[in-house]
T-cell receptor
Framework: RKEVEQDPGPFNVPEGATVAFNCTYS??????FFWYRQDCRKEPKLLMS?????NEDGRFTAQLNRASQYISLLIRDSKLSDSATYLC?????????????WGAGTKLIIKP | EPEVTQTPSHQVTQMGQEVILRCVPI?????FYWYRQILGQKVEFLVS????????KSEIFDDQFSVERPDGSNFTLKIRSTKLEDSAMYFC???????????FGPGTRLTVT
Protein backbone atom coordinates (compact mmCIF):
# COMPACT_ATOMS: atom_id res chain seq x y z
CA ARG A 1 0.00 0.00 0.00
CA LYS A 2 1.43 3.33 -0.97
CA GLU A 3 0.04 6.27 0.93
CA VAL A 4 0.95 9.72 2.09
CA GLU A 5 -1.53 11.37 4.43
CA GLN A 6 -1.63 15.00 5.42
CA ASP A 7 -3.58 17.19 7.82
CA PRO A 8 -6.84 18.02 6.09
CA GLY A 9 -6.78 21.84 6.47
CA PRO A 10 -7.46 24.55 5.62
CA PHE A 11 -5.43 26.17 8.36
CA ASN A 12 -6.48 29.76 8.99
CA VAL A 13 -3.63 31.45 10.84
CA PRO A 14 -2.99 35.09 11.82
CA GLU A 15 0.09 36.75 10.39
CA GLY A 16 3.10 36.31 12.64
CA ALA A 17 1.89 33.06 14.18
CA THR A 18 3.67 29.72 14.10
CA VAL A 19 2.00 26.87 12.25
CA ALA A 20 2.91 23.19 11.95
CA PHE A 21 1.86 20.55 9.47
CA ASN A 22 2.24 16.82 9.84
CA CYS A 23 2.40 14.11 7.20
CA THR A 24 2.44 10.34 7.68
CA TYR A 25 3.65 7.77 5.19
CA SER A 26 3.05 4.05 4.95
CA UNK A 27 6.27 2.69 3.43
CA UNK A 28 8.95 2.19 6.08
CA UNK A 29 11.62 1.73 3.38
CA UNK A 30 11.14 5.27 2.05
CA UNK A 31 14.40 7.12 1.69
CA UNK A 32 13.63 10.64 0.55
CA PHE A 33 11.15 13.18 1.80
CA PHE A 34 10.21 16.61 0.57
CA TRP A 35 7.93 19.54 1.19
CA TYR A 36 6.62 21.42 -1.84
CA ARG A 37 4.39 24.45 -1.91
CA GLN A 38 1.79 25.03 -4.56
CA ASP A 39 0.01 28.29 -5.21
CA CYS A 40 -3.43 28.18 -6.77
CA ARG A 41 -3.26 26.93 -10.37
CA LYS A 42 0.54 27.01 -10.35
CA GLU A 43 3.20 24.33 -10.39
CA PRO A 44 4.55 22.73 -7.21
CA LYS A 45 7.78 24.34 -6.07
CA LEU A 46 10.34 22.55 -3.94
CA LEU A 47 10.41 24.11 -0.50
CA MET A 48 12.67 21.75 1.40
CA SER A 49 14.19 18.33 1.28
CA UNK A 50 13.85 16.62 4.65
CA UNK A 51 16.97 15.07 6.09
CA UNK A 52 17.07 12.46 8.82
CA UNK A 53 18.53 14.89 11.34
CA UNK A 54 15.97 17.56 10.56
CA ASN A 55 16.80 20.77 8.78
CA GLU A 56 16.06 24.45 8.94
CA ASP A 57 15.87 27.11 6.27
CA GLY A 58 15.09 30.53 7.66
CA ARG A 59 11.58 30.45 9.11
CA PHE A 60 10.99 26.88 7.96
CA THR A 61 11.95 23.76 9.89
CA ALA A 62 11.41 20.22 8.66
CA GLN A 63 11.71 17.11 10.82
CA LEU A 64 11.59 13.42 10.10
CA ASN A 65 10.57 10.70 12.54
CA ARG A 66 11.34 7.35 10.92
CA ALA A 67 10.12 5.28 13.86
CA SER A 68 6.66 6.83 13.69
CA GLN A 69 6.82 7.40 9.91
CA TYR A 70 5.94 11.04 9.89
CA ILE A 71 7.38 14.29 8.62
CA SER A 72 6.59 17.72 9.96
CA LEU A 73 6.94 21.26 8.66
CA LEU A 74 7.04 24.23 11.01
CA ILE A 75 6.65 27.79 9.77
CA ARG A 76 7.57 30.53 12.22
CA ASP A 77 6.56 34.20 12.00
CA SER A 78 4.15 33.44 9.16
CA LYS A 79 3.77 35.97 6.34
CA LEU A 80 0.82 36.67 4.08
CA SER A 81 2.92 35.28 1.22
CA ASP A 82 3.09 31.90 2.98
CA SER A 83 -0.55 31.32 1.98
CA ALA A 84 -0.45 28.28 -0.30
CA THR A 85 -1.02 24.54 -0.31
CA TYR A 86 1.82 22.55 1.23
CA LEU A 87 2.46 19.15 -0.30
CA CYS A 88 4.24 16.31 1.46
CA UNK A 89 6.11 14.06 -0.96
CA UNK A 90 7.71 10.70 -0.18
CA UNK A 91 9.92 8.48 -2.29
CA UNK A 92 8.36 4.98 -2.28
CA UNK A 93 10.01 1.79 -3.44
CA UNK A 94 7.63 0.05 -5.84
CA UNK A 95 8.78 -3.20 -7.48
CA UNK A 96 12.41 -2.26 -7.04
CA UNK A 97 12.01 1.25 -8.42
CA UNK A 98 11.45 4.49 -6.58
CA UNK A 99 8.50 6.72 -7.28
CA UNK A 100 7.46 9.98 -5.66
CA UNK A 101 4.07 9.71 -4.00
CA TRP A 102 2.30 12.97 -3.25
CA GLY A 103 0.02 13.86 -0.39
CA ALA A 104 -3.20 15.70 -1.13
CA GLY A 105 -1.79 18.85 0.45
CA THR A 106 -2.74 21.14 3.31
CA LYS A 107 -4.08 24.55 2.49
CA LEU A 108 -2.69 27.39 4.59
CA ILE A 109 -4.36 30.78 4.73
CA ILE A 110 -2.50 33.55 6.53
CA LYS A 111 -4.78 36.37 7.64
CA PRO A 112 -3.63 39.94 8.31
CA GLU B 1 18.15 30.61 -12.62
CA PRO B 2 17.52 27.70 -15.00
CA GLU B 3 13.93 26.54 -15.21
CA VAL B 4 11.72 23.98 -16.86
CA THR B 5 9.51 25.41 -19.59
CA GLN B 6 6.34 23.98 -21.07
CA THR B 7 4.23 24.77 -24.12
CA PRO B 8 1.46 25.47 -24.70
CA SER B 9 0.20 26.95 -21.47
CA HIS B 10 -3.36 25.98 -22.39
CA GLN B 11 -4.56 23.46 -24.95
CA VAL B 12 -8.19 22.92 -25.86
CA THR B 13 -8.99 19.84 -27.92
CA GLN B 14 -11.96 17.75 -28.91
CA MET B 15 -12.48 14.27 -27.56
CA GLY B 16 -10.72 11.68 -29.70
CA GLN B 17 -8.04 14.06 -30.96
CA GLU B 18 -4.33 13.59 -30.41
CA VAL B 19 -2.38 16.14 -28.39
CA ILE B 20 1.32 16.64 -27.84
CA LEU B 21 2.50 18.52 -24.78
CA ARG B 22 6.01 19.87 -24.88
CA CYS B 23 8.62 20.44 -22.22
CA VAL B 24 12.18 21.71 -22.14
CA PRO B 25 13.83 20.36 -18.98
CA ILE B 26 16.71 22.07 -17.20
CA UNK B 27 19.73 21.58 -19.44
CA UNK B 28 22.03 19.53 -17.19
CA UNK B 29 19.23 17.34 -15.79
CA UNK B 30 19.06 13.73 -16.91
CA UNK B 31 15.77 12.51 -15.40
CA PHE B 32 12.46 13.72 -16.78
CA TYR B 33 8.94 13.25 -15.51
CA TRP B 34 5.34 13.89 -16.39
CA TYR B 35 2.65 14.41 -13.77
CA ARG B 36 -0.97 15.37 -13.99
CA GLN B 37 -3.26 17.16 -11.57
CA ILE B 38 -6.99 17.12 -12.07
CA LEU B 39 -8.53 20.33 -10.74
CA GLY B 40 -8.85 20.17 -6.96
CA GLN B 41 -7.09 16.81 -6.69
CA LYS B 42 -3.62 15.62 -5.83
CA VAL B 43 -0.59 15.52 -8.09
CA GLU B 44 -0.35 12.11 -9.81
CA PHE B 45 2.79 10.56 -11.24
CA LEU B 46 2.55 9.45 -14.86
CA VAL B 47 6.00 8.48 -16.08
CA SER B 48 9.72 8.94 -15.61
CA UNK B 49 12.31 8.89 -18.37
CA UNK B 50 16.05 8.36 -18.29
CA UNK B 51 18.65 7.52 -20.88
CA UNK B 52 16.11 7.65 -23.70
CA UNK B 53 13.72 5.17 -22.21
CA UNK B 54 10.88 4.96 -19.71
CA UNK B 55 12.20 4.01 -16.28
CA UNK B 56 8.89 3.90 -14.43
CA LYS B 57 5.24 4.45 -15.21
CA SER B 58 2.01 4.46 -13.23
CA GLU B 59 -1.27 2.69 -13.90
CA ILE B 60 -2.59 5.92 -15.40
CA PHE B 61 0.05 5.80 -18.16
CA ASP B 62 -1.74 3.34 -20.45
CA ASP B 63 -1.38 2.71 -24.18
CA GLN B 64 -2.98 6.06 -24.95
CA PHE B 65 0.10 7.82 -23.60
CA SER B 66 3.63 7.96 -24.96
CA VAL B 67 6.72 10.02 -24.28
CA GLU B 68 9.60 10.97 -26.47
CA ARG B 69 12.80 12.96 -26.40
CA PRO B 70 12.97 13.88 -30.07
CA ASP B 71 16.12 15.98 -29.74
CA GLY B 72 18.61 17.13 -27.14
CA SER B 73 16.29 19.58 -25.45
CA ASN B 74 12.60 18.68 -25.83
CA PHE B 75 10.63 16.08 -23.90
CA THR B 76 7.09 15.41 -25.11
CA LEU B 77 3.97 13.70 -23.83
CA LYS B 78 1.51 12.47 -26.46
CA ILE B 79 -2.06 11.46 -25.75
CA ARG B 80 -3.31 9.54 -28.73
CA SER B 81 -7.09 9.80 -28.42
CA THR B 82 -8.11 12.21 -25.71
CA LYS B 83 -11.00 11.54 -23.37
CA LEU B 84 -12.98 14.00 -21.30
CA GLU B 85 -11.29 12.67 -18.16
CA ASP B 86 -7.87 13.61 -19.54
CA SER B 87 -8.71 17.24 -18.76
CA ALA B 88 -6.12 18.30 -16.18
CA MET B 89 -2.93 20.27 -15.61
CA TYR B 90 0.05 18.37 -16.95
CA PHE B 91 3.36 19.15 -15.30
CA CYS B 92 6.78 18.27 -16.59
CA UNK B 93 9.65 17.99 -14.12
CA UNK B 94 13.33 17.21 -14.24
CA UNK B 95 16.08 16.27 -11.82
CA UNK B 96 19.81 15.80 -11.75
CA UNK B 97 21.46 12.41 -11.81
CA UNK B 98 21.49 11.01 -8.28
CA UNK B 99 18.95 13.46 -6.89
CA UNK B 100 15.27 13.02 -6.07
CA UNK B 101 14.72 16.79 -6.03
CA UNK B 102 12.46 17.51 -8.95
CA UNK B 103 11.86 20.91 -10.49
CA PHE B 104 8.58 21.58 -12.18
CA GLY B 105 7.53 23.51 -15.23
CA PRO B 106 4.54 25.87 -15.13
CA GLY B 107 2.24 23.21 -16.57
CA THR B 108 -0.07 22.86 -19.55
CA ARG B 109 -3.78 23.07 -18.88
CA LEU B 110 -5.47 20.52 -21.13
CA THR B 111 -9.18 20.92 -21.70
CA VAL B 112 -10.94 18.13 -23.60
CA THR B 113 -14.39 19.04 -24.87
Amino acid sequence: RKEVEQDPGPFNVPEGATVAFNCTYSNSASQSFFWYRQDCRKEPKLLMSVYSSGNEDGRFTAQLNRASQYISLLIRDSKLSDSATYLCVVNFAIDGNYQLIWGAGTKLIIKP
Amino acid sequence: EPEVTQTPSHQVTQMGQEVILRCVPISNHLYFYWYRQILGQKVEFLVSFYNNEISEKSEIFDDQFSVERPDGSNFTLKIRSTKLEDSAMYFCASSELGSSEQYFGPGTRLTVT
